[in-house]
């Protein structure tokens, strides 16, 4: 089966070709570098690119991908969550083609799509074998565990009640004078150094948090760690590139490890850890997740590093294993720009 997908949930715009939801023949990803300005994306700025560049980058993925519109056997994209007027470019888009074409309409979960990231690589194993498994959404706008018993049923039992990881490291760069994105700044200067210990909260999550009945254990809490930063600089500003250098690692260094725990408390049974989103690029948290997965035993599953951030290979890849909402129910639906999973 091959699966044309489109992905415009945050600042990516991408469309990709994916046979049989593993093997990746086109993918195409536009990142817009006009946000940089104002240190985060600006809604009716990414729509409007979208809206401009959409139709070209799914002609080149088509092409790229060898079989042509001809060889395509479904549409799919992404319909939530992430931000409504990006999200509506996109699924608009795929409605549109899938009715002109004849083509079947897929539904597709942004969050579950980045767990199934980890299978684009082809050294990964079959999907269908590596159960029971634990999933860690981690990205700018979503930190979220997940519990996969088996094949079809996927269970959320941990998620941040505030920022997201990459949406902390984001505030930390901007914090920091570090820029935007921050996140790959964050972690590039912390290569090589030592952090120093317990300089950072872990920021805990508190019986009776909003956890939507989640075990506060497996949650997460960024905003005071964010703060601890803020407090931090404003008594005591870094005096050089050194020290701002040695601050990033610090504060990453707390995120990574909050990351980290909620991992080996959630694991169980599991025997297999897929990590999937843009924060999973990180090169301490590959290490530090690595660790944890020698030490117990787990198979660690990682995305190769161009199928970490957004991009419609997650998308069509997927699809093309049957999960989402299919036609014609598909037709029917808005996107859902909170649309859990």
């Not at 549109?96 to 082809?122: C, K, Q, W, Y």
Request: hydrophobic share 40%.
């Amino acid at each position: 089966m091959n699966v044309l997908g489109i992905e415009t949930s945050c600042d990516e715009t991408s469309a990709a070709v994916v046979r049989d939801g593993r093997e990746v023949l086109s993918c195409v990803v536009h990142t817009q570098a006009q946000h940089r300005p104002f240190g985060g994306v600006v809604p009716e700025i990414a729509s409007r690119c979208h809206i401009r560049l959409l139709p070209e980058i799914v002609e080149r993925a088509v092409a790229e991908s060898g079989v042509g519109w001809g060889g395509l056997d479904l549409v799919a994209a992404t319909r939530g969550p992430g931000l409504a007027s990006s999200l509506l470019v996109g699924w608009s888009a795929a409605k549109g083609l899938a009715m002109r074409t004849g083509l079947p309409l897929r539904a597709v979960n942004h969050i579950e799509a980045h767990l199934h990231s980890v299978f684009l690589d082809p050294a990964a194993p079959d999907p269908l074998e590596c159960f029971p498994r634990l999933g860690l959404a981690v990205s700018g706008g979503h930190t979220n565990l997940f519990r996969m018993p088996e094949e079809g049923r996927i269970e959320l039992v941990g998620r941040t009640v505030d920022d997201a990881a990459g949406e902390a490291l984001d505030k930390a760069a901007k914090l920091l004078g570090l820029g935007y994105p921050g996140g790959p700044v964050v972690d590039r200067l912390s290569r090589g150094r030592t952090p120093r210990a317990g300089l950072f909260p872990e920021g805990r999550v508190r019986e009776g948090a909003l956890t939507g009945g989640l075990d506060p254990e497996l949650c997460l809490s960024f905003s005071g760690l964010k703060t601890a930063l803020l407090h931090r600089v404003q008594a005591s500003p870094p005096r050089d590139a050194e020290e701002t250098a040695q601050l990033a690692c610090d504060y990453q260094e707390a995120v990574v490890g909050a990351l980290v725990r909620r991992c080996e408390r959630a694991l169980g049974d599991a025997r297999y850890l897929a990590v999937g989103g843009g924060v999973s690029l990180n090169s301490r948290l590959r290490e530090a997740l690595g660790e944890l997965c020698a030490r117990r035993g787990v198979r660690l599953l990682l995305a190769l590093p161009r199928h970490c951030g957004d991009n419609a290979a997650m998308i069509a890849g997927l699809a093309g294993t049957g999960r989402g909402v299919p036609s014609p129910a598909a037709f029917d639906l808005d996107v859902a720009p909170s649309w859990a999973v």
